[in-house]
């Protein structure tokens, strides 16, 4: 399934390796937060240098604009990955230029050097070869080990291939594997289980899931688009008009496959103490909107799920951070959880839904990467695999 060469595939002893990695995560007054992308990098990480390689981790975190910002720093990054690893992990001020360069000079095999946030060059998201050039320069190997930012042709994810031998890290094949065999050989019943606000953003996905899924089901507020389509009146309910039409384009071609909510969760404002109740799909009345899938679409679904062979699930059921209309968004994590199905789950907030749930263990793979795993689910090639040697 996965046609790329790897870190298996190389000889890195006493070389030094550019691994670009997603450590992309929460950090807040200098403490990192949830760690699950620091963790997934580790076994490529304690690989390449148990092979004897000099190990340069290179990563975005956040959204500065296009200069230095303190609180995007990675060194908070580095001294965690330290702790995590049980030993001194170097931190440059840079990551290209003098400092990185002399940093990288200084490194010896089996040790690893985290570089400062790769976004604070404007010319990294604009894959600027002169930039891609300059951490070329770092290293003579690179490896990708970055799912999160696969489906982004950036300098430090495509641009550096044009320079390098580029491998892909175990993450990445993971997964690739993972979802890439989810959507072209899923064991059957294939059920795919899509939410979130917006039908906009999954548009290509719910088209290439209709041709291959068994079963697409839909919560969130994404529904809502679907309901108004239908005739339903939705009050205050989010809804994106400018998509109707598309939406009646999706119920007709997915006639049999496509299923709604049968009840909804209303409230009277969206608030995590408003006033709700539960009803069966239809008009809402004036003032009050839908917040989440009702207990009988919950069982429905179950049941959809309990014959599944192969599970792909993609965001919430409904506005899961009010605890009051997580309900569903729960329900469908225990239904997943407790099915025999192989489960690949993927977005920032059914993740954060599984791991909240105390589920996570009983899912076969959880994807680190929210927009990359749409566009594997839409059927696109990610740049920064493409770019990568073939076996």
Same mark, same amino acid.
């Given at each position: 399934m996965f046609q790329k060469k790897t870190v298996r595939d190389i000889d890195v002893r006493g070389k030094r390796v550019l691994v670009r990695v997603d450590f992309n995560v929460p950090v807040k007054e200098g403490k990192v937060g949830d760690d699950t992308r620091i963790r997934a990098a580790l076994p490529t990480i304690e690989y390449l240098v148990n092979q004897g390689a000099a190990v340069i981790l290179?990563?975005?975190?956040?959204?500065?604009?296009?200069g230095p910002e303190a609180k995007y720093s990675l060194k908070p990054v580095a001294e965690y990955l330290g702790g995590l690893m049980g030993k001194p992990v170097a931190f440059a001020e840079d990551c290209i230029g003098p400092t990185a360069e002399a940093a990288a000079q200084a490194l010896k095999a089996g040790e690893v050097l985290v570089l400062e946030n790769t976004r604070f060059y404007a010319e990294e998201e604009k894959n600027d070869p002169e930039m891609a050039r300059k951490l070329a320069s770092l290293a003579e190997i690179f490896v990708n080990d970055a799912f999160g930012t696969a489906h982004r042709a950036h300098a430090s994810t495509e641009g550096v291939t044009h320079h390098l031998p580029a491998v892909a890290g175990f993450l990445l094949e993971k997964e690739i594997q993972y979802l890439g065999q989810a959507v072209a050989e899923p064991k059957r019943p294939f059920v795919a289980i899509l939410g979130g606000a917006k039908i906009s953003d999954k548009i290509g996905v719910i088209r290439n899931l209709l041709t291959k899924a068994?079963?697409? /089901?839909?919560?969130?507020?994404?529904?809502?688009?679907?309901?108004?389509?239908?005739?339903?009146?939705?009050?205050?309910?989010?809804?994106?008009?400018?998509?109707?039409?598309?939406?009646?384009?999706? #119920?007709?071609?997915?006639?049999?496959? /496509?299923? /709604?909510?049968?009840?909804?969760?209303? %409230?009277? %404002?969206?608030?995590?103490? %408003?006033?709700?109740?539960?009803?069966?799909?239809?008009?809402?009345?004036?003032g009050w909107r839908i917040l989440d899938i009702g207990p009988e679409t919950v069982e429905n679904y179950a049941r959809v799920i309990a014959q599944a062979g192969t599970v792909v699930w993609n965001g919430p059921m409904g506005v899961f951070e009010f605890p009051a209309f997580a309900v569903g968004t729960v329900g469908i994590a225990k239904a997943v959880a407790a099915s025999a199905a192989i489960s690949v789950i993927g977005g920032g907030e059914s993740v954060a839904?599984?791991?909240?749930?105390? /589920?996570?263990?009983?899912?076969?793979?959880?994807?680190?990467?929210?927009?990359?795993? #749409?566009?594997?689910?839409?059927?696109?090639? #990610?740049p920064g695999v493409a770019a990568l040697q073939d076996r």
């Open positions: 290179c990563s975005h975190l956040g959204r500065p604009k296009g068994d079963q697409v /089901l839909i919560g969130g507020g994404m529904a809502n688009t679907f309901f108004k389509a239908q005739g339903y009146p939705v009050a205050d309910s989010l809804v994106q008009d400018e998509a109707l039409d598309l939406a009646r384009d999706l #119920l007709a071609a997915g006639s049999d496959k /496509l299923r /709604l909510p049968v009840d909804m969760v209303i %409230a009277d %404002a969206f608030e995590a103490e %408003a006033q709700h109740k539960t009803l069966p799909t239809g008009p809402v009345p004036d839904a599984i791991q909240q749930s105390g /589920l996570a263990d009983q899912i076969t793979h959880i994807s680190t990467g929210g927009g990359a795993s #749409l566009e594997m689910l839409e059927g696109l090639v #990610l």
